[in-house]
């Protein structure tokens, strides 16, 4: 058995997402996908569905807040310390549509201590930037694995 410790920085990554993919029901439920992961950083996707669209027929922005948050959650979980949201915003830049592929790119902008910063853009799949968020994460001071489920 690998535990935690022997793990190089990729493979630690690679078991915290699978532990936090495996009860986040919320970016299942989604229909979210993980892309990639690796240290302080994620890529999740998600495709713009007919419940997700406002009353003006675009991408409701809770669902793409939703999006930025759990790639934010994925990338700031990444080191074997459970990690919460302390402060988070985003930036609505141009408006997402109905059958679009949506992709957030979270990377760690700083991590001191129990607290980081990471910033997460999201793309359609045209490239075109769709919003930016910040998110502030805090560490609980926990580990997120335990060597048995490492």
């Not at 549509?97 to 790119?105: F, I, S, Y």
């Not at 359609?124 to 769709?130: E, L, P, S, Y």
Request: charged share 15%; with cysteine.
């Amino acid at each position: 058995m690998i535990v935690a410790q022997d793990m190089t920085d990729q493979q630690l990554a690679e078991a915290c997402a699978k532990a936090l993919w495996s009860t986040d029901n919320a970016t299942q439920q989604l229909g979210m996908e993980l892309a990639s992961v690796g240290p302080g950083e994620a890529v999740i996707e998600m495709v713009v569905t007919e419940r997700m669209t406002n009353g003006h027929g675009t991408a409701h922005g809770g669902y793409l807040f939703t999006l930025a948050d759990s790639a934010f959650a994925f990338a700031c979980n990444t080191y074997n310390q459970a990690t919460v949201a302390q402060h988070c915003s985003v930036t609505y830049i141009t408006p997402g549509a109905l059958g679009d592929r949506l992709t957030a790119h979270a990377h760690e902008i700083s991590r001191k201590g129990r607290s980081g910063i990471y910033d997460v853009t999201i793309t359609r799949q045209d490239g075109t930037v769709i919003a930016e968020f910040r998110g502030h994460s805090r560490s609980l001071g926990q580990p997120l694995l335990t060597d048995a489920g490492a």
